[in-house]
């Protein structure tokens, strides 16, 4: 990155990012052995997070129109972060792979409804002049936060377990919520 200095903002809201892919991370590489633990299998482990990334890929165009009605939006940013966080949490109660599923779907309409305003947001604040390097801020950290995640991840889980993971998932994810909820002041400003 240049010499030029980043807004506070961008800041803000990338590092609520990385603590969000992070959480993802802890359990996502290791989440079929997570679904043997509940009964399933590899098909179950791929309905159950294809069931997240579809309802998440199909949601977002017609949430994305609602938003885009919404004036002063930014509490969707802090209320998404820490939806996903109690989601994180909710990992802790699910029984059987069904539950699993729901779970997902709720998942996937929470980034749907988050994802959108955080992007809105990112590039609101941004200085355009180096819009390449601020995208690579967050491209590179988003990358090194999935990585990092999921070592840890796998670390956790083989000494403490799956609920350690959910756990810390949930934690990342509402403290990037409360940095935002913080901040969104200055962050409501904009849009």
Do not use: C
Not at 8 to 26: D, G, I, N, W
Not at 78 to 88: D, E, M
């Amino acid at each position: 990155m240049s010499s030029h200095s980043v807004r506070r903002e961008v800041l803000l809201l990338a590092m609520a990012a990385f603590l969000s892919y992070m959480a993802e991370a802890l359990y996502s590489p290791i989440y079929a052995i997570y679904v043997e633990q509940l009964g399933g299998g590899a098909r179950e482990a791929g309905i159950a997070w294809g069931a997240y990334m579809l309802t998440l890929g199909t949601s977002v165009f017609v949430l994305s129109r609602v938003i885009d009605r919404i004036k002063r939006h930014v509490w969707i940013l802090y209320t998404g972060f820490f939806v996903a966080g109690i989601l994180s949490f909710s990992y802790l109660l699910i029984q059987n792979v069904t539950q699993l599923i729901i779970l997902q779907i709720l998942m996937g309409l929470t980034w749907a409804a988050t994802n959108p305003v955080w992007d809105v947001y990112y590039s609101l604040f941004m200085d355009r002049r180096y819009a390449a390097s601020q995208w690579g801020l967050f491209e590179g950290g988003s990358r090194m936060a999935v990585g990092l995640g999921s070592m840890l991840g796998g670390l956790i889980v083989s000494v403490f377990g799956f609920k350690a993971v959910f756990i810390l998932a949930g934690m990342l994810n509402v403290i990037a919520s409360v940095a935002l909820f913080l901040h969104r002041k200055e962050l409501g400003v904009v849009y």
